[in-house]
């Protein structure tokens, strides 16, 4: 049985090389033997289970453990600040991932998770990896070159996941996206023709306030409204007929806004849908 100590993959038998990574394998056929159980953890097996960096990951773990009882200590993780999430996933510390994510979902949680497993990030990593390296220890187990494939597997990094995590993210973002234009487009619209309505109901009432100052007289324009409260909302676009009181007509009609409104002499507004 041939294994690559490199990435931890069972390799063909009689190959030389792992057909994974290319590495050159190892035969421990002839190594299995019994080995005591242990509940002692070393900076080998630390080493070998963190894999890239695992210098810089062990000054860290030395704080969590003083005198073999573990304790948090505050430290600082720059990729469990920026990017936690994709951090978590190359680490293989997927419920962790998955819990990121949710609550990313929350408005202005993101900060306060950044800050948090800033802080946090090396002791949580640190927790995971001892958790392993003790099941591991644990288990009933063959060789020491053996048991150090199985810290190697379970250990490393996910470089694959790291990948396909934006993809799906960009996926998620794409159909939110394709859910939420559409329901902004139309919010709008809807805001625009309520523009448009509601300058129509203020030139309908200016202009019964002008008729009271001016029975038999005519509205020349939009102009003469604006002594009686009448202000234009920018864009909408306001014509009067019928000057007179009694032939009075008003329409208005917004650019971005499907519908045209109009009101008669008595006040009923009618609202027409415009074809494209």
């Known amino acids: 049985m041939s294994y690559c100590t490199k990435c931890g993959k069972q390799a063909v038998e009689g190959s030389s090389f792992c057909r994974d990574c290319g590495d050159k394998v ?35 773990f030395k704080k969590f453990s003083i005198n073999g009882a573990d304790g948090f200590s505050a430290t600082w993780h720059w990729p469990a600040f920026f990017v936690p999430f994709y951090w978590m996933l190359y680490r293989k510390l997927y419920l ?15 900060f306060i998770l950044m800050i948090v497993f800033g802080i946090m990030g090396n002791y949580i990593y640190y927790k995971h990896t001892k958790k392993k390296l003790l099941k591991i220890n644990l288990a009933p187990s063959f060789s020491d070159v053996q048991r150090a ?6 250990g490393g990094v996910n ?20 859910i939420a234009i559409p329901q902004f487009a139309a919010f709008r619209t809807k805001g625009y023709c309520a523009a448009a309505r509601s300058d129509l109901k203020n030139a309908y009432t200016a202009s019964q ?17 604006k002594g009686y409260g ?10 009067i007929e019928g000057m007179a009181k009694d032939s009075l007509l008003i329409t208005t009609k917004h650019p971005e806004c499907d519908r045209m409104y109009s009101v008669n ?12």
């Open 209 to 225: 306030a002008y008729f009271s100052d001016h029975s038999k007289g005519k509205i020349n324009n939009v102009d003469d409204l």
């Open 26 to 60: 190892l035969d421990i056929q002839s190594d299995i033997q019994s080995a005591p159980v242990t509940s002692v953890v070393t900076d080998q097996d630390y080493d070998t289970f963190v894999g890239s960096n695992a210098d810089k990951y062990l000054t860290k």
């Open 230 to 239: 009448f202000q234009k909302t920018e864009r909408v676009l306001i014509h």
């Open 149 to 154: 494939v199985n810290i190697a597997r379970q």
């Open 265 to 276: 002499p008595m006040g009923t507004i009618t609202e027409e849908k415009i074809k494209p």
């Open 96 to 110: 962790w991932a998955l819990l990121v994510f949710v609550l990313s979902i929350i408005p202005y949680v993101n």
């Open 159 to 178: 470089s694959v996941a790291v990948i396909l995590a934006p993809i799906l993210l960009l996926t998620v973002i794409g159909i939110i996206a394709a």
